[in-house]
Each structure stands twice: as C-alpha cells, then as structure tokens.
C-alpha cells in the first residue's frame, strides 16, 4: 500500500516525461548532421589523422599545455614523425585561420564552450 | 527530525524570511562581482586579502570553540554541558560553511576551485586548511545529528560515535591552529610571523566562540520551552573570561617583541595599526576601540556578580565577539599587508558590494544556525530537556 | 516504516557516492602527474634544438650602468610588450612584472642614511627574483606556481590557478599582481604580441625569465633590450657563465637574503 499513491504515481509520471523530453519532443526531425567545416588552405593533413583528431584534440592540447607550462618541451613528434610547436594559437590557427569557420562550428552545434580563447590568441595573423 | 525546522512562530518566520532577503540582495551582488571580478572589492595589488578572508579567519575559530563544550564535558564530565554540547556542534556547522563560502567569493576562478583536490599539495598548509575543515564540519555534523536523534529517542547515543567525539577534540584544535599556521609561515610578513600566532588564534576563538554562545542560550531561553541552564552558562562565561584575559596577555607580548627589541620590520605594521605611520591610520580607532572594549570587558567579568547578572553578561559577551572580530576579522589579516613587502603603506577599505557579499554570507550563517537550533530544540522541548542516563 | 526509508536512503546516498567515484577512477582524471601519461608518449614532446638550457637561470643588474632617470624605461617596454602585460592605470589593480623603484623600497635591508648621492637617487628595476628556496611555491595549494626542475625558473601555470592570492601573500619582494578584471580591457587588442596569449581576470602572473623565449634559444627581452649588458643572465652553476664570471668580479647584493628564499636575482650598486 502506498500511502498518497496517487501524488506519487502523478509525480513520477511527470518526471518521466518531463525527462524523456529530447526523445520525444525530437521526433521526426532529421538526423544530426555534422556542420561543413571550412578545411585549412596551407596543409593536407593535420598534425595528426582528421578522424584522430576529431575524436582526440582535446586531450591533444592538454598534453601541449602541460608539456609547454609545466615541462620545457615545445615540439611535438606527431605519430607519422613530423615536428610541430606545441601552441594553439600558432600552429593549429596557423592553418585552421578562422575559428569561427572552424572551431565553432562544431563547438557551437555540440554546445560547447572552451574557454581557452579567454587567454589565447584568436587571430594569430592580426585583424583580416 | 528536519521537519521540526518547518514549523514555526511567526517571529521565527519573520526572520527566516528577513535572512533569505538578505541571502537574495547579497548573491545578486555576488553575481555581479562574478561577472566584473575581484576588482569591485577594495581589495589591491598591496593589500591582496582583506574583509572575506578576514572573516574565514574568525568564524575558524567560532568553528572551534564548540570544543569548549565538548572537551568539559566527554573528558571531564561536566555534567552542566550536557544540555548543550548540540549547540556547539551546531555552532560550528554554519560556522564552517561560511567559512567555505568566504573562500569561494574571494577566489579569482571559483570554478577551479576542485583543483586543490584534484592536484593535492601536501606541502601547502592550505591544502591542509582545506582538508581539515571538510574533516571539521563533517564530523560535526555526524556527530550532532547522531546524537540528537539518540536523545529524541530517549537512549544513549551509540558506542561507536564517541571515537569520532573524542577526535572532534584535537581536531578543533587543529583547524585553528592549521588556520593560523597559513599567516605564521609568511617569510614576508612580519606581523604574521610570531610562533604565538596560533596561540593567539586559540585564545581568542575561545573567547569569542563561547561568547556568542551565551548570547545565543540566553535568547533560546528566552524565546522557546528549552532552558540550557543557568550553571551552564555560568561555566561558559568563565571560560570566556580566562580566554579573554589570555588573548589581551598574548597581544601585550606582540608589543613587547615588536617595541623592546627596536628592530623596525616587527614595529612597522603593528604601529601601523595602533599609531597610524607616515599619515596613514585609517584602522587606529578600530584597534584602540577592539582593545578599550575587551579590557574593559574583562572588568566587567572579573566579578562574579556581574557574570550572574545575565543582562549584564549578554551585553559585555556581545562587546566581547564585536571586540575579537575587530581583532581578527579586521585589523590581524589588512594589517599584515601594510606596509607591503617595498615598505610601502597602501591603505585598504571594503566596498560597499564587498560589504554586501559579506552580510549575505553570515545571513546564510544565521540561516543555517537558526534552522539547525530550531531541531535542537525542538527535540530537547519534546524530551522536556532531559538525557538518558548515561 | 521510518527505519525501512532511513535505510534506503543512507544505501541510495552511498551508491551515488560510489558511481560518481567509480567514473573519476575510470577516466583517469586524476591527471597527477601530469605528462607524459603513458611511457610511449615520452617520444612525442622534446625541446627545440635551439633551447637555451640551464641548472639554474639567474640574472645580474648592473645599476651602475643606468644611473639616469627611466633608465630602465627599454627594458620593461620590451616586457610589457611581448606577454601582453595589461596596464591597468592605478596603483590598485596594476600588473606589473618588472618595474622600478628607489633603493628604500627595492633594498629596505640595507637603507642607511649616508648612501652614496648616485645610489640614493638611482631607480632599481624589482622583478620576480625566482629564488631556489621560494615560498611562493611552497603556499599554492594546486601547484600552479611551481619551480621547473629543469632550470629553476618558478613559472605560473595559468590553466591551473584558482586565483587565491596565497601566493601574492606570501612572496616577500611583492613581486606578484592579480588579474582583478578582464586584463583585455587594458590592453590595445590591436596591437598585441599575437605569439603570447594574454591571461584571463582572475589568475595571478609575473615574470616568467621568459620562458618561453629560453625554449627558442632567445635571452629574455629585458636582457635583449639592454643592450650595453646592464642585465647579465646565464646558469648559476656554470662556472664559466656570464653570471658567474661577473659575481666573481663585482660584489652584489640580493633582496632580504637572510629569509632563506635564495633570490636568483643579483644586484651591482
């Protein structure tokens, strides 16, 4: 016997649709759809694989931050043996030169907000 | 046993609805502090710690003085304590989330703030600052709630809370002197770096704490069914008397290092703050006010009769808290920082938001302190004030 | 009934302690210490052929050679340029990582009354003297600031600091500031080293010996900027270093030495 059964019953029910509301509530509307990224003009190939990175940069540049703050090691070996300075703002906005075409799409779509460009630099190449 | 919170007087209404106003107006201030930074304080690139800093020191040792209650009376059987151990314990659970609380409004990135335990340091005394204090307030919390609800049943409370009673002892100890050790090992700051700080820090917080105390038992007797007990606040008032003549002997003993020995460094801040130098002397009416209020406090409380008038003790205990908080929570913490490091005299005073926050703070305090004391007592009107026998 | 709920909820509360640790564990994220994480990865970081290396980096300043008024004026220009130090305009809330002051406030151990008139009116440049024993480091609670074992440069991790100000607190030369508001709205955005980031309100900064400029093979731009050698820097424990060479010649003293912190930073009177 559950005592004020009914209120309890209402309320989970409530909950539950209230939780389930991304499901339903996205019925019918199309797939996700991965946003067009404007591809870097200079180089073919990233530091590392695009699948690679896609999956991996944030753990990428985190082992670049503590390497360049805390160690005294700049460069990174990349898997294929190529060399790269560890810096966000110099290497990687280097080629990828708009983040707004870039960075924030995918950012922007996954609801995302790195703060890293609180500090760093987001146009590197000075104002276009 | 929180339901008793729940119900309640319209007075008790009143003020609870009063707190959360002043919670509401001080966390919109917060948030706009959030947004702009630290730089809407007073705070400078001098004088780096001042008023929220200031008050996490003195409300440790708030914290700690609920260990004037409990050592008497797990050690020594000081049966007139047994009443109300709960509202030390009580005491310093609010006492300790303040605590936390000045801490989070004064950091510079508060989201960061996990990193002191993600990246632990043991060789930073605020690591250990942290730790102890998480340690402090949990075990109060354990340790009052377990044995309220015995008592509201009517048995002994069970065997295995009096190991964490027993090391609530050392441990309140602990915060303080951890506390004081965060100003003591500064190579730089010579007002700061006296091996008394800790003791300092100790004798005052139990001449505050217990203070507050006694004001707080009269107005429960006052405006509820529960009488702490006049022995009770008898005693505390003893100990505040011994706690505040030894903190007034422990500064004597600042001045006579700083002024017998006329090395100029251990002068500087400390006349600073009494003398005012080269023109600057904001805080010297606070100081000589703090030290006009506890000596003539202590007076007043030498004499026996005056302690058992408890009209007279009410007033004089709060003259007493507001002396020590000037003491700690103002001139200790600005004074260290001036002069500054060059020898340069900047001086320091709180915003009006600064003030704010900090209002809002200890009305989160009282808050949590009037709801906590409202299940104490409810449970000690509902056993009409007696413990099992134990 | 009251007993039955009580233990639900006492079991209920422990299971969510016990997910939300279990997922911590997994995930590694306790990242102490920090790199390389996995044995492989050591490979993958090494320090550009070009880098500046050292036991332990160490300046001299010669204020004998500057004994005008802005006589440093070049110097903290060059410093203030390249790391995009904000200047904020009041003596409240400025950033400052080298600057200048009277022989009182930067050497107060040593004022006396009858100081030679050169020295008595001559500007001392005051900077983070990365000491060997500093207490900065031993005070932040998440290691943000620490000294690279590499060379013995107390350095900042910006991503880490919580911004307690400890550390300020603690540094008895004062040579510390604390980003009080957005530093960006003290800065030209215009015309910033587009190399070095800025740093974000809340975080405390100060000279870095550049380090950054050391891993390139650069002497640091206060160093570069003088170009008659008023600053001398190099490794304290090569004895043929610059540094050493002159503490063998000329008598220097150092801020507050008898604190034990060992300051890296020698003073030519």
């Known amino acids: 016997m559950l005592y004020d059964g009914g209120k309890i019953i209402t309320g989970v029910?409530?909950?539950?649709?209230?939780?389930?509301?991304?499901?339903?509530?996205?019925?019918?509307?199309?797939?996700?759809?991965?946003?067009?990224?404007?591809?870097?003009?200079?180089?073919?190939?990233?530091?590392?694989?695009?699948?690679?990175?896609?999956?991996?940069?944030?753990?990428?540049?985190?082992?670049?931050?503590?390497?360049?703050?805390r160690g005294a090691t700049r460069v990174y070996v990349s898997q294929s043996g190529r060399q790269f300075d560890m810096s966000l703002s110099n290497t990687c906005l280097d080629c990828h030169a708009s983040k707004a075409n870039f960075c924030d799409r995918c950012h922007n779509s996954a609801a995302v907000a790195p703060y890293c460009w609180d500090c760093h630099i987001t146009e590197p190449k000075g104002k276009s | 046993m929180l339901e008793k919170a729940l119900s309640g007087s319209k007075s008790y209404w009143s003020w609870v609805f009063f707190l959360l106003a002043v919670v509401g107006v001080g966390f919109v201030c917060y948030l706009i502090q959030y947004r702009e930074g630290l730089r809407l304080t007073g705070l400078s690139r001098d004088v780096s710690w001042g008023l929220y800093i200031a008050q996490l020191t003195f409300l440790v040792g708030v914290a700690a003085s609920a260990v004037m209650l409990v050592l008497p009376y797990y050690l020594h059987d000081t049966k007139e304590f047994g009443r109300i151990t709960i509202l030390g314990e009580f005491l310093a659970v609010p006492a300790m989330i303040m605590c936390g609380l000045f801490v989070v409004v004064d950091l510079g990135k508060p989201m960061r703030m996990l990193n002191i335990a993600l990246y632990p340091t043991p060789n930073a005394i605020l690591f250990w600052d942290f730790v102890v204090l998480q340690c402090y307030m949990g075990l109060n919390i354990l340790i009052g709630f377990t044995v309220l609800s015995a008592e509201r049943k009517w048995i002994k409370p069970p065997a295995w809370i009096m190991p964490f009673i027993y090391i609530s002892i050392p441990f309140a100890v602990s915060i303080h002197t951890v506390t004081a050790f965060l100003y003591a090992g500064m190579p730089g700051r010579h007002l700061w770096l006296t091996a008394i700080m800790a003791a300092r820090f100790l004798s005052s917080a139990f001449a505050a704490g217990p203070a507050l105390l006694i004001i707080l038992a009269l107005i429960i007797r006052k405006a509820t069914r529960f009488d702490p007990g006049r022995e009770a606040i008898q005693k505390l008032s003893l100990i505040v008397t011994y706690a505040l003549i030894i903190n007034m002997f422990f500064l004597s003993l600042e001045f006579y290092t700083a002024y017998y020995s006329g090395i100029p460094g251990h002068q500087h801040s400390l006349g600073y703050l009494f003398f005012g130098q080269h023109g600057y002397n904001a805080l010297v009416p606070w100081m000589w006010a703090s030290v006009i209020m506890a000596i003539g406090s202590i007076l007043v409380m030498l004499f026996p009769r005056n302690r058992k008038n408890e009209s007279v003790l009410a007033v004089t205990c709060a003259v007493i808290f507001i002396a020590l908080w000037i003491d700690k929570g103002l001139g200790l913490i600005v004074g260290g920082f001036i002069p500054n490091p060059l020898e340069q005299y900047r001086e320091y005073s709180p915003t009006g938001l600064e003030i704010m926050i900090t209002l809002a703070i200890w009305a989160v305090g009282a808050l949590i302190l009037t709801v906590l004391y409202k299940i104490a007592v409810g449970v000690k009107e509902e056993t009409g004030g007696e413990l099992a026998p134990h | 009934m009251g007993a039955d709920r009580r233990k639900f909820l006492k079991l209920a509360g422990l299971g969510v302690l016990g997910l939300g640790a279990a997922r911590p564990a997994q995930a590694g994220i306790f990242p102490y210490p920090n790199f390389p994480k996995f044995p492989w990865e050591r490979e993958r970081a090494k320090t550009n052929d070009s880098a500046l290396t050292a036991k332990r980096w160490a300046m001299v300043v010669d204020t004998?050679?500057?004994?005008?008024?802005?006589?440093?004026?070049?110097?903290?220009?060059?410093?203030?340029?390249?790391?995009?130090?904000?200047?904020?305009?009041?003596?409240?809330?400025?950033?400052?990582?080298?600057?200048?002051?009277?022989?009182?406030?930067?050497?107060?151990?040593?004022?006396?009354?009858?100081?030679?008139?050169?020295?008595?009116?001559?500007?001392?440049?005051?900077?983070?003297?990365?000491?060997?024993?500093?207490?900065?480091?031993?005070?932040?609670?998440?290691?943000?600031?620490?000294?690279?074992?590499?060379?013995?440069?107390?350095?900042?991790?910006?991503?880490?600091?919580?911004?307690?100000?400890?550390?300020?607190?603690?540094?008895?030369?004062?040579?510390?500031?604390?980003?009080?508001g957005d530093p960006r709205r003290y800065l030209d955005m215009d015309h910033i080293n587009r190399e070095y980031p800025t740093r974000a309100k809340g975080v405390v900064e100060k000279c870095n010996f550049c380090a950054e400029r050391l891993a390139r093979g650069q002497l640091p731009a206060c160093v570069e900027a003088c170009q008659d050698g008023a600053l001398i820097f190099g490794d304290l424990e090569d004895p043929s270093s610059e540094v050493r060479k002159i503490l063998k010649t000329r008598y220097t003293i150092r801020r507050k030495p008898s604190l034990g912190t060992g300051p890296g930073v020698y003073y030519i009177i």
């Open chain 1, 13 to 69: 029910v409530i909950f539950l649709i209230l939780i389930t509301f991304p499901f339903w509530a996205n019925l019918g509307k199309a797939a996700y759809k991965y946003p067009e990224l404007e591809k870097a003009a200079q180089a073919k190939e990233c530091v590392e694989a695009t699948e690679w990175m896609r999956g991996n940069h944030m753990q990428l540049l985190d082992q670049w931050r503590d390497n360049v703050v």
């Open chain 3, 64 to 180: 004998t050679k500057r004994p005008g008024r802005d006589a440093w004026a070049e110097a903290i220009a060059a410093c203030n340029k390249i790391h995009n130090v904000p200047q904020v305009g009041n003596v409240k809330e400025e950033v400052k990582w080298i600057w200048t002051e009277p022989f009182a406030n930067a050497l107060p151990d040593h004022e006396q009354a009858y100081l030679p008139e050169g020295v008595e009116s001559r500007e001392f440049p005051v900077l983070c003297n990365h000491c060997d024993n500093p207490p900065c480091v031993r005070v932040c609670p998440t290691k943000a600031t620490f000294k690279r074992a590499s060379d013995g440069i107390v350095l900042m991790d910006f991503h880490r600091c919580i911004g307690c100000r400890f550390c300020m607190a603690a540094c008895p030369y004062g040579s510390r500031s604390f980003n009080w």
